[in-house]
């Protein structure tokens, strides 16, 4: 098991986020977990990826364990530096100011000085070719699904093999939705373990292998994705009757 949360309790302040939620995520796998506005997805993320203060939430109790070993008191550079764990974060968050290459390049920051990246680059851009044509643009210029795009090319610029998506499909008409997903569907089939967090939670089952269902704070349903496809009461509250 390459990453388990297990009944894990979280605060901010005196609001309980998380009630105790438990699940697991195997090397190789797609593993989403979906859930309405508030029911803690991001939470969940942020308490993985040991975000830091005031944004962080606290855990209260359980545990998460990436490799069998707890990981609460790993700082977050060594997140995404010692375990290749990499955020793509709701909303975004690329920098708006600067170009399509400068936002990869400042990815690489952690990595080991005087590497050639010119191949990684190369991946990225051909993974999304919009990018390339786009590489000497400043960033705030790019469309929605293109910045989209260009948060999950700085997420693989840090040098992961384990993505955690937070809404990626957010705001995107279906055509990007698609490319973004076919995109993720590609790089797990290389090798990329993936979490996946949506509002969507079709498209999310389409692609994920299992899923975990949040309710307010806790596990309402789980299974694989035919299962919860399936499950009457998954389809009346999320997948639209
Ligand atoms: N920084 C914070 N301070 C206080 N409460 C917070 C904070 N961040 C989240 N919460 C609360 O924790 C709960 C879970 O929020 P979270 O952002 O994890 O939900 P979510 O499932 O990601 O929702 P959405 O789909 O809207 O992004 C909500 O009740 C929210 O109000
Ligand atoms: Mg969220």
Redesign the pocket.
Known sequence: MLLSVENLIVK??N?Q?LHGISFHVNEGEIVTLI?????????SLHSITRLPPP?APKVVSGDIKFKGQSILKTSPSAVVKDLKVALVP?GRHIFGNLTVMENLILATYAREKGTDFSGEYHRIFELFPRLKERRDQRSESLSGGEQQMLAVGRALMTGCTFLLLD?PSMGLAPVLKYEVFRTLKRLNEEGMTILLIE?NANLALQLAGRGYV?DTGQIAAHGTSEELLGNPEVKKAYLGG
Do not use: D, F, V
């Open positions: 901010y302040g609001i986020a859930g309405a506005n508030g029911a803690g997805k991001t939470t944004e709701e809404e509002q949040l």
